[in-house]
């Protein structure tokens, strides 16, 4: 479940470097004793006035060279990290329907809420089954693709492109990875992974026109497009899975701006119409 860029912030520092350098060279004519004792005098003097001069300066630079090593500590120090938010997907699944309109409602900014209420998620469009998995197992996804992938003969005769479960993914490598997880789920068909990353559309087409096919996993771009030319089916759909796992960046499928816009547009253009059709028996899950 779509979307439409990003950025990383450094702070850095640079310390100030303090350079005073005060010279000072006396000469006396100690060879002139007549003049010795005035000379002396003199040098003391001259002497005095340095030091006053010398304290000055130091007094000056002082605040500066304790500016210079806080900023110095402070450069050294690591900047702060904000903090990593993990995506939490409610168990609720009333909840679950409103998380998506949500996200749904900040791909779309411009709309209204009389608008947004035409499209919106409700909690008759969410899966259940009797046998819900445990949430916290790591193959929960696996676990709940199981609940609605029929061993048996469906009542609906098989179609070829017509998946039972179908799975959308933020990218094509996760894509890969959820496949390998699946292919047990359904040992006698072909788990499908569609993604545009080096495959044509037209070779989708020709795969899906061929294949009987339990579980498709896939990029939303590349699912909007073969769901709007029909390659891709819904009559035997029982369970939609928005997968959202999140990427080393922290990123969603919901709010990516790769994804969000195709992803929204499945849902608004494709299956909330054909979820109308009483022939039709799919429901959604965000995991």
Request: glycine share 4%; net charge positive; aromatic share 6%.
């Amino acid at each position: 479940m779509a979307a439409g860029k990003k950025a990383a912030q450094q702070h850095s520092a640079d310390a100030l470097e303090d350079d005073f350098a005060i010279d000072a060279d006396y000469i006396s004519d100690t060879d002139n004793n007549e003049r010795g004792s005035e000379d002396n005098k003199a040098l003391q003097k001259q002497q005095d006035q340095s030091s006053k001069k010398r304290a000055g300066k130091l007094s000056e630079t002082e605040p500066l060279s304790k500016k210079s090593k806080t900023q110095s500590a402070t450069a050294s120090r690591p900047a702060k990290q904000g903090k990593i938010q993990k995506f939490t997907v409610p168990r609720d699944l009333d909840e679950q329907a409103d998380l998506w309109n949500r996200y749904m409602q900040k791909a779309y900014p411009g709309i209204t809420q009389l608008e947004l209420q035409d499209i919106k998620m409700l909690p008759k469009h969410m899966y259940k089954t009797d046998g819900e998995p445990d949430r916290d197992s790591e193959s929960y996804l696996e676990d709940l693709v199981k609940t609605a992938v029929s061993s048996g003969k469906a009542k609906n005769k098989v179609m070829l492109g017509a998946p039972q479960v179908l799975v959308i993914c933020s990218s094509a490598l996760r894509v890969i990875d959820l496949v390998k997880r699946l292919r047990p789920i359904s040992p006698k068909r072909p788990v499908i992974k569609l993604f545009s990353r080096h495959i044509k559309i037209a070779d989708h087409k020709k795969l899906l026109g061929k294949t009987a096919v339990d579980v498709v996993v896939g990029t939303p771009n590349r699912i909007l497009r073969l769901l709007a030319d029909k390659d891709l089916k819904v009559n035997r759909l029982r369970l939609v899975v928005i997968d959202c796992w999140q990427d080393n960046k922290m990123r969603v499928v919901v709010d990516m701006d790769d994804t969000r816009e195709d992803l929204y547009r499945i849902w608004r253009d494709e299956l909330l119409p054909a979820s109308a059709n009483p022939d039709y028996g799919f429901r959604f899950r965000l995991a």
